[in-house]
């Protein structure tokens, strides 16, 4: 086949792809439209809805929690049931899924009237059959309907097992006529004869229902009732009727459950989240572009084709795999488009790098690939260690942008190693071998790194300083360390959307209306997000105070509780919960990356210097944290940030690393280790330099774009980026020649004395 033709098959094949992914992406495969982007699950903080997770315990027969482990089976049971139940409240996106041995956690997306969701899954479904006698109200007097009622378990003579069928309905009271809604009960097996049997042995007495620890009603027996059927009427409506009567029929939980984390997002809220952040993806792909094709020419334009096959790629990736998309899992793709150029920018500086030693384009497009090819592995190998650890040690929305993070990273090696070949091969075959269009790397005059060494010294410690300093500043004033936000810190927040700038005045109201609710004592912290949002934070509320704020709130302000309000809740046990995680994450992944560098490079000063360069990055972050800490509080975001700076600087350094050795293995015995290295890094300075600015260009969109909580965690990334970069070229190395100069000397003088021999 003529070169050309395949030139323009190969490029034919891609943009058909390309627009293959568009049309899936845009339509949909057959009636279902399968693979559309209008099917990728939205999170909740995109789409609006509840989310809550409980802790769950084993109780004895007295209520009395034992301080056991549940068992895998109560938890699956105790999961069933939820999903069943998750089921009546018709959210057909709902999940229900269990986190670590003893947690359930529920999304469900879309539901508007959080408060009936709330405590309709929140109920223990416990259904009891005891006499009147035997009950009495958490005081100690006479129940009424409707009433928490106290007993001694051991008393119950019937529980909602032994139900059969129960099903909502009405009737009409005799002597009134009026319409009572209640449910109709029939009992299965056992439960006919022995409901006969309690019902014949305490004619004259009161029946009692108790349902989820209220006494529901308690009818007299006038008579044995022998066909296993009885009527339970209340103060009912026909949809507490059927709650109940559907709440029977799945059964109670085996287990109870403690509310320890719960989070309302309005619709409106959610939307707007996903525009901004769409939005910005959007220019950032299009700066990146225009950026990469002024860089590198032909080179780029071959790279900005294979980027929007990798964009279609990921569309198609989030509805195969059935990934659900959250605001951290658009930062998380915003940031791999970043991290794609980056294997891209390492290629093409190689091929630069054999066009000016001669070769022919064919030749350096093979060659310049086949010498990347260790860097891009290892770079990308390392930020895969940070994904899967996020994804391991994170939850929710942290574990969704490790999720996104690990796809990109996946998909961005093979668009760089597959398909920017294959564009570059195909341009080639098509004449395009004019070396002017894909340029030569020129020479550079080699710096001095290494001598200047103590500068950067002087830089970095600095860095430290500032960052020690503050942490001792806010130690010494006797608050926390840094500005935690509610997943570190645990409470209640309470968001505002007023669709307008934020005043005083409104702050001012806010305050007053939050104090009205949970008391003038208490303390109340009032800040703004994005402008138009009033945050309220408190401590922790029970479940009735949070919804009374929230409406009490709706009510000042005059806005839609169901699309305008956004409350979350935490417990303190699980925000210490998070920081330990937050530490234990960063500990397990930087280990993980000095293993696999120790193994890559086979030496262990190597992998050291590059942990300690990651140290840096870290404290850099940090001071980030402790000197912008009334604007960028530390939550579980952190977590991401942290780790992403860790992977994405480890990339760097490793392309700086991977030079040494390659030019270390072709140096002569009279080349200094200071000299490879200056070399080194200085051939590898303009793709340093071009990968951070287009990972910088897609992170700063972000935070100019995002919302609040995607630009708290983008700020700090931005100031990783630059870090990173500094610390590979003027950290990292540096500390390479340090740790691994005086065996190079030795070995130096060994090599020395053999030639004088």
């Known amino acids: 086949m003529n070169s050309k033709v395949k030139g323009v098959l190969q490029v034919l094949l891609v943009l058909v ?61 105790t999961i069933y049931k939820m999903q069943k139940r998750v089921e009546t409240l018709e959210s057909t996106e709902a999940a229900v899924y269990q986190e670590g041995s003893d947690r359930v956690t529920i999304d469900i997306p879309g539901a508007s009237d959080s408060e009936e969701v709330l405590k309709e899954l929140g109920k223990a479904g416990a259904l009891y059959f005891i006499l009147y006698s035997d009950l009495k109200t958490e005081k100690g007097g006479t129940p009424n309907e409707g009433d928490k009622v106290v007993y001694d378990k051991s008393k119950v003579l019937l529980t909602g097992d032994m139900i059969g069928e129960a099903t909502s309905g009405s009737r009409q009271q005799e002597g009134t006529g009026k319409t009572e809604y209640g449910v109709s009960i029939k009992f299965a097996g056992k439960g006919i004869k022995k409901f006969a049997k309690i019902t014949g042995e305490h004619v004259g007495e009161q029946l009692a229902i108790v349902y989820d620890e209220k006494l529901v009603s308690a009818p007299n027996l006038k008579e044995e009732i022998s066909g296993g059927e009885c009527w339970i009427s209340g103060s009912f409506t026909s949809e507490s009727a059927e709650q109940l009567a559907s709440t029977v029929r799945i059964g109670a939980l085996p287990l109870e459950l403690e509310n320890i984390h719960g ?41 900005s084709i294979a980027l929007i096959f990798y964009v279609g790629a990921m569309l198609l990736a989030l509805n195969g795999l059935n990934v659900t998309l959250t605001l951290p899992g658009i930062a998380g793709i915003i940031l791999s488009i970043g991290m794609a150029v980056d294997a891209n920018c390492i290629i093409f500086t190689r091929i630069r790098e054999e066009l000016a030693t001669g070769k022919t384009v064919a030749s350096a497009i093979d060659n310049g690939f086949s010498k990347a090819m260790s860097a891009i592995v290892d770079g990308n190998v390392t930020t895969l260690i940070a994904a899967l650890v996020l994804y391991l040690k994170g939850s929710g929305t942290v574990k969704g942008f490790a999720m996104t993070l690990g796809i990109g990273i996946v998909l961005s090696m093979f668009t760089a190693l597959f398909i920017t070949k294959l564009l570059m091969k195909a341009f080639c075959a098509l004449g395009m071998t004019n070396t002017s269009m894909y340029g030569i790397q020129k020479e550079r005059k080699t710096i001095n790194f290494i001598g200047n060494w103590k500068k950067y010294v002087v830089i970095s410690g600095a860095v430290v300083v500032i960052c020690v300093a503050g942490l001792v500043v806010r130690a010494a004033s006797g608050g926390p360390l840094f500005n935690y936000s509610l997943d570190f810190a645990g409470g209640n927040s309470t968001s505002v959307d007023l669709s307008k700038t934020v005043t005083d005045e409104d702050k001012q109201k806010a305050e007053d209306t939050a104090k009205s609710v949970i008391g003038s004592g ?9 402008n138009t949002k009033i945050v309220v934070r408190t401590e922790e509320l029970s479940e009735q105070k949070s919804e009374e704020l929230k409406a009490t709130m709706a ?10 309000i956004e409350s979350e809740f935490i417990s303190g046990s699980v925000s210490d919960e998070m920081k330990v995680d937050a530490a234990v994450a960063t500990l397990i992944a930087t280990l993980c990356m000095l293993l696999y560098i120790w193994i890559r490079f086979r030496k262990l000063s190597t992998g050291i210097s590059a942990v300690l360069a990651l140290i840096h990055d870290v404290i850099a972050v940090l001071t980030v944290y402790v000197v912008a800490s009334a604007f960028i509080p530390v939550g ?6 942290m780790l992403t700076i860790v992977g994405y600087s480890i990339n760097d350094t490793i392309v700086v690393f991977d030079r040494i050795r390659e030019n270390k293995a072709k140096a002569t015995s009279r080349t200094s280790l200071a000299e490879i290295i200056n070399k080194s890094i200085t051939e590898t300075l303009s793709r340093s330099i071009n990968t951070s600015v ?5 992170v700063f969109v972000l935070a100019v774009f995002g919302v609040d909580s995607v630009r708290q965690f983008a700020i700090p990334l931005i100031v990783g980026i630059i870090s990173g970069c500094y610390s590979s070229v003027c950290v990292a190395s540096p500390l390479w020649y340090v740790l691994s100069g005086k065996g190079e000397k030795e070995q130096k003088a060994v090599t020395y004395s053999k030639k004088k021999k």
């Open 694 to 698: 287009t990972t910088f260009i897609m």
């Open 263 to 303: 989070n309302v997002v309005g619709a409106t809220l959610g939307s707007q989240a996903l525009k901004s952040s769409l939005f910005a993806g959007v220019v950032g792909l299009i700066l990146v572009i225009i950026f990469m094709i002024v860089m590198y020419r032909i080179s780029g334009v071959a790279a």
């Open 522 to 530: 208490k303390s109340v912290e009032i800040s703004v997000a994005d």
């Open 636 to 641: 579980s975001t952190f977590i991401a940030c």
């Open 17 to 77: 792809l390309i627009a293959a992914f568009a049309f899936v992406a845009a339509r949909g495969i057959g009636g279902a439209h399968r693979g559309s982007a209008k099917n990728i699950r939205l999170g909740l903080d995109l789409e609006g809805g509840v989310s809550v997770t409980y802790q769950a315990y084993k109780t004895d027969s007295t209520g009395k929690r034992t301080g056991e482990q549940p068992t895998d089976k109560d938890m699956a049971d």
């Open 555 to 564: 009510k000042t302000f005059g806005v839609d509780e169901s699309t305008k």
